[in-house]
């Protein structure tokens, strides 16, 4: 799915292959709408004074998202751009998997991620006077939430971990201007947030354990539509 994707876009962007003499220069500010795919990996490492190395696996998940961007780019060269944008994204992704080996079948280590920012820059080439096909390079950063629960054991059971990860961003995307303000964009994303070591969950119990940990994996794959007017 994410090679269609980066197809795709290749794909729009040489419909037309005249060379620009159109400057793009200035600022912008739109809205935006996608669809963000995550993958998760759990192990725990520490529980109760005892050392594991328990791999759970990984789960995937999905989720929608909205929100606003803004930014100024500057042609040079012709044909050649680059420019820098903040996007600030609304939504949130859910994903979840047993507990393997835990305490039951209600046992669950859920993910979810919240709020995603990103601060780019871009290296864009005009194909035409109304194409521009670029790539994205920059930070992106989201709310994270991971939970170990059970509420169906003899105690209920609620272990919590909550961080803001950042991490590199890479992208493509193609943008078509439909006149001197309005253009529209599409691009696929991704965000590798790799493996945070001995990362402590909190118990929200009354367990009263208190040196719970694991090794936690976190990726995300974006993809987003938006609208563009340029002043």
Known sequence: MKVYKYISLLGLSFSAMTVSANKWNGCYAGIHAGTAEVDNRFVTTYFAEE?????????EGD????????????QFNNNWLIGARISASHGDTHAKHLYI???????FVS???DDLITLTGQ?????????????????????????????NYQRPI???????????LLGVGYEYRFNRHWSLFAEYNQ?????????VLND?????????????????DYFKLAVNFSF
Not at 63 to 74: L, T
Not at 101 to 107: E, F, Q, S, V, Y
Not at 123 to 137: P, V
């Open 51 to 59: 050392e594991y190395n328990d791999d759970l696996g990984s789960v």
């Open 63 to 74: 989720g929608e998202f909205f929100g606003v961007q803004a930014g100024c780019r500057m």
């Open 111 to 113: 993910y979810q991620s």
């Open 158 to 168: 609620y272990f919590q971990h909550k961080k803001t990860q950042r991490d590199l």
């Open 191 to 199: 965000i590798d947030f790799g493996t945070d070591r001995g990362v």
């Open 123 to 151: 290296l864009g080439f005009l194909i035409s006077d109304k194409s521009l096909l670029y790539m994205n390079l920059g930070f992106g950063q989201i709310e994270m939430l991971i939970e170990d629960t059970d509420p």
């Open 101 to 107: 080996n835990g305490t039951g079948p209600t046992n």
């Open 204 to 220: 929200l119990s009354d367990w009263e354990i208190h040196d719970y940990t694991a090794d936690i994996s976190h990726d995300m």
